[in-house]
C-alpha cells in the first residue's frame, strides 16, 4: 500500500474512532470549495437517474469514465460516504413515502464506456470503497446491471465470475449493449440513466440534451438537493444542534487474501488478451497491485 493511501486511511480511522460532534460532522460538511466539489463530481461519475416501477432508487456510476484524478483519496472517500449517509436518511425515505411501501435498497447500473487498463491504477481506492460498502452498508443494492462492457471487460469477466462470493454473484447481471431493452422491463425510459437511452450513447459527462437529463452533472437536480443538504447540516453542526439521526461510524477494510486472487486472475487475463492481440509491448511490465 502506497503512502499516501496509508495517510489517507489513518486519517479516517482516527476521525472515526472520535465520536465528538466536531469530528462526525466532517462528514456532515460541504466539500469545499465550491470548485473543488464540482472537481469531484467530474471525475467520480455517480447520480440518481429515477425510481423503478416498484419505487428503488436507481444510481447510477460511470466506472469507465471515472478517472480520480481531480482531488485526493480523503475527498473521493469522504464524496462517497456522504452519499451513502444521504441515500440512507433522505432518497430510501423519500421512496418509501412515494411508494406507500418499505423501501431499503436501490439498484445501480454500471456503465463501463471507456473502460480501460488504467483502472487498474485506481484499485486501491476502489477496493477501499467497495469494502467500505461491505461493512457498514449492506444489503443496500438489490442488483448491479452492468451495461455497454467493452470486451476487455467481458473477456475479464469470464473469468473472475467465479470467484466472487455466491451473493454478490448472485446480484450482478451483465445486459448486452446498453441495455435499454432490459432495463426498460423494470423502469420507465424517464429513469432510464442517459447512457442507456441508445446504442452507443455512453456516458459522456455532457449528454447531447443539455445536462437535466445527465444524473452525473453537478446541476442535475440530485445533484443540487445533496449539495444543499450537505449545507444545511453544515449549518445546524455550526449552530450546536445535534443531528436527529445519530452518528456516523465507518469501519475500514483490512486487506482480503481473495482480493490478491482475483488481481492476480485479472493479471494474468490481461497478460494472455496481449499475448493473443500482439500487444505484448504496450502491456510490458502491467502488473496489478495487490497490496
Not at 74 to 82: A, E
Not at 164 to 181: A, H, N, S, Y
Request: aromatic share 8%; with cysteine.
Amino acid at each position: 500500500m502506497n503512502n499516501a493511501h496509508q495517510e489517507a486511511i489513518k486519517q479516517f480511522m482516527s476521525l472515526m474512532e472520535n465520536v465528538d460532534d466536531r469530528m462526525k460532522g466532517t462528514f456532515q460538511k460541504p466539500i469545499i470549495p465550491t470548485d473543488l466539489y464540482g472537481a469531484v463530481r467530474d471525475s467520480q461519475l455517480v447520480g440518481l437517474s429515477g425510481y423503478s416501477k416498484e419505487g428503488l432508487p436507481i444510481i447510477a456510476i460511470g466506472v469507465g469514465l471515472s478517472t480520480f484524478d481531480k482531488a485526493s483519496v480523503n475527498h473521493y472517500v469522504r464524496s462517497h460516504i456522504q452519499m451513502n449517509e444521504y441515500r440512507d436518511r433522505v432518497v430510501l425515505p423519500t421512496a418509501t413515502e412515494k411508494s406507500g411501501r418499505h423501501i431499503s435498497s436501490c439498484l445501480k447500473v454500471l456503465d463501463m464506456t471507456g473502460l480501460k487498463l488504467s483502472v487498474l491504477n485506481q484499485r486501491k481506492l476502489l477496493t477501499t470503497i467497495s469494502t467500505i460498502d461491505d461493512l457498514n452498508y449492506p444489503e443496500k443494492t438489490e442488483t448491479y446491471y452492468i451495461v455497454n462492457a467493452p470486451y476487455i471487460f467481458s473477456a475479464c469477466w469470464k473469468t473472475v465470475k467465479p470467484l466472487l462470493q455466491e451473493r454478490t454473484k448472485g446480484k450482478i447481471q451483465v445486459l448486452q449493449g446498453c441495455g435499454r431493452d432490459e432495463l426498460l422491463k423494470i423502469m420507465d425510459y424517464s429513469s432510464l440513466p442517459h447512457f442507456c437511452r441508445k446504442e452507443g450513447s455512453g456516458s459522456s459527462r455532457h449528454s447531447s440534451n443539455g445536462t437535466i437529463d445527465n444524473c452525473f452533472s453537478l446541476d442535475h437536480t440530485f445533484h443540487q438537493q445533496f449539495y444543499n443538504y450537505l449545507k444545511q447540516q453544515a449549518t445546524l453542526i455550526e449552530t450546536g444542534l445535534r443531528i436527529k439521526q445519530g452518528s456516523i461510524h465507518v469501519d475500514f477494510p483490512e486487506p482480503d487474501p481473495q482480493d490478491t486472487k482475483i488481481a492476480e486472475t485479472i493479471e494474468c487475463e490481461f497478460h494472455r488478451l496481449a499475448d493473443q492481440n500482439g500487444l505484448c509491448n504496450s502491456l510490458n511490465g502491467l502488473k496489478v497491485n495487490r497490496d
